[in-house]
């Protein structure tokens, strides 16, 4: 028996600078996790692959990734998502600059 499918978004990295990016429902790419397009069903998740397979010009290393629905967009369920999405591990660079508790 084949495990039911959860939801994903695709992911991978900017070309040119490295940073993980999301693909989004107008078929842009963002860095923000919470824009990226939510695929709810197996087909449409596959074809959004594809989409972004096509633009080797633009990332490199697309996945599906999955993730569940919240209010504010799309959240990891695994750790190795959460790490990603949240910028590199060296506080005040990338997206953990705006952190204040450090």
């Known amino acids: 028996m084949s495990k039911p499918f959860s939801p994903k978004v695709v992911t991978g990295n900017a070309l040119l600078e490295g940073d993980v990016v999301y693909l989004t429902s107008e078929d842009t790419w963002t860095r923000q996790l919470r824009d ?32 569940s629905r919240s209010g504010g967009g799309p959240t990891p369920t695994h750790f190795r998502e959460t790490f990603r999405a949240t910028g590199p591990s060296n506080y005040h660079h990338g997206k953990q600059e705006a952190f204040d508790h450090v």
Not at 36 to 52: I, K, N
């Open 36 to 67: 990226a397009e939510l695929l709810e069903t197996p087909d449409r998740a596959e074809q959004r692959l594809l989409d972004a397979e096509m633009r080797p010009l633009e990332v490199v290393g697309v996945y599906l990734a999955d993730a």
